[in-house]
C-alpha cells in the first residue's frame, strides 16, 4: 500500500474520500437520476455506480467530470472540503448564481440587500 503524499495523513485523505462519495450520491439523489441512468450515462454497469457510491471501486477523473456534468455541480464542490453549518438552499443559490452573468448577479445582490433590509424592519431592528 503506497503512503499518502507529503502534508497529508492517511485519515484526512480517506475522509476527504469519504466526504466526495456522499457528496456524488446526494447529487444524484438531489438531481433525481437512476443508478441506471447514470451507468448509461458513463457507459459503465449499473453495479458499478453502486459500488463507487460505496467506496468499492474507486472513481477516474474521467468519470468525476462527467457526473459533475451530469449533476449541474463544479468538480471542485465533490473534491473540496464540506463547509459545515451551510443549509443546502444556501448552498443552491451560490451554485445558481455563479453561473449568472455579472449584471445579474448584481442584481440579486441588490435583491437579497433589500430583503434582509425588509427582514430588519419587520423585526424593529
Do not use: C, H
Not at 90 to 97: D, H, I, N
Request: glycine content about 4%; charged content about 35%; aromatic content about 8%.
Amino acid at each position: 500500500m503506497t503512503e499518502p503524499a507529503a502534508g497529508f495523513s492517511r485519515a484526512s485523505t480517506d475522509d476527504n474520500k469519504t466526504k466526495m462519495i456522499a457528496r456524488l450520491k446526494e447529487a444524484r439523489e438531489y438531481v433525481g437520476v437512476s443508478q441506471d441512468k447514470v451507468a448509461v450515462y458513463l457507459d459503465i454497469p449499473r453495479s458499478a455506480v453502486s459500488e463507487i457510491e460505496s467506496d468499492k471501486r474507486n472513481i477516474s477523473a474521467v468519470e468525476l467530470q462527467k457526473l459533475a456534468k451530469l449533476y449541474q455541480r463544479p468538480v471542485s464542490w465533490f473534491t473540496d472540503d464540506i463547509v459545515e453549518g451551510v443549509p443546502e438552499d444556501v448552498e443552491f443559490l451560490a451554485r445558481t448564481a455563479s453561473e449568472l452573468s455579472d449584471n445579474d448577479r448584481s442584481e440579486l445582490q441588490k435583491f437579497a440587500e433589500f430583503l434582509k433590509s425588509k427582514s430588519q424592519a419587520a423585526d424593529g431592528v
